[in-house]
């Protein structure tokens, strides 16, 4: 069976570090990839979305980048931090557009 | 464009009541339509899913209708619980997208149910 899984679950970061959240699936081959991200009390933005290895599609301009070193691992990075970049991060696969997503437990960044 | 709109929340009801989350969207192309469910602290789980019109997606209870003629997606359940209480999601993804599936959500809609 497929599992996706995301860690960290909870980070509290100061402004100005960096970020890596990682986000692995198994048990498929050449799934699409996204990062949402989710700020309170609010929807779902799409940042990224990769259909293959080293395949990246920004949905946003913004302070973070993402990379997919390997077939199912997705990550996503920030040089230095804002305070904007808080926010509950999702990791999402799909194999098709029919399929729907599967997603990751999440990942809530506070930046202080 | 594609877009995707749910009712305001929060829906308060209570317990054995029925639900109605009311979804419409726009679509340039053919849609499939989702429903997703967050519960609290957690990621969003596939509540149910309808790939072309007048197919019903059916999951725990909770039913929604791909209806095209009034470009709806409405989520019902005929008894909601207290385990109910949660954030949902209408979302689509447009046929043949480039092959990239980008789900496109609504705002969200907040449901709490009181015992």
């Known amino acids: 069976s497929q599992t996706i899984h995301q860690w960290p679950a909870t980070l509290v970061q100061p402004v100005g570090s960096p970020l890596s959240l990682e986000c692995t699936v198994e048990g498929t081959s050449n799934p699409n990839l996204y990062w949402y991200r989710q700020a309170a009390g609010r929807g779902l933005q799409l940042l990224f979305y990769s259909v293959g290895i080293g395949q990246i599609s920004s949905e946003v301009p913004q302070n973070l980048s993402a990379s997919r070193p390997q077939d199912r691992q997705f990550i996503l990075s920030s040089k230095k931090l804002l305070l904007s970049d808080s926010g509950f991060y999702l990791c999402a696969w799909s194999v098709s557009w029919d399929y729907g997503y599967t997603f990751g437990s999440g990942t809530r960044l506070t930046v202080v | 464009g594609n877009s995707v709109t749910q009712m305001e929340g929060p829906v308060t009801l209570s317990e054995e009541a029925f639900l109605t989350i009311n979804c419409t969207y726009t679509?340039?192309?053919?849609?499939?339509l989702f429903w997703y469910v967050q519960y609290p602290g957690e990621g969003l789980q596939l509540l149910l899913k309808?790939?072309?019109?007048?197919d019903k997606g059916s999951n725990k209870g909770f039913e929604a209708t791909y209806r095209k003629e009034t470009t709806s997606f409405h989520l019902e359940k005929g008894s909601v619980q207290v385990s109910d209480s949660a954030v949902y999601f209408c979302?689509?993804?447009?046929?043949?997208?480039?092959?990239?599936?980008?789900?496109?959500f609504g705002q969200g809609t907040t449901l709490q149910v009181k015992p």
């Open positions: 679509a340039t192309g053919y849609p499939s």
């Open positions: 979302a689509l993804t447009i046929h043949g997208s480039s092959n990239t599936g980008k789900l496109i």
């Open positions: 309808a790939t072309k019109a007048d």
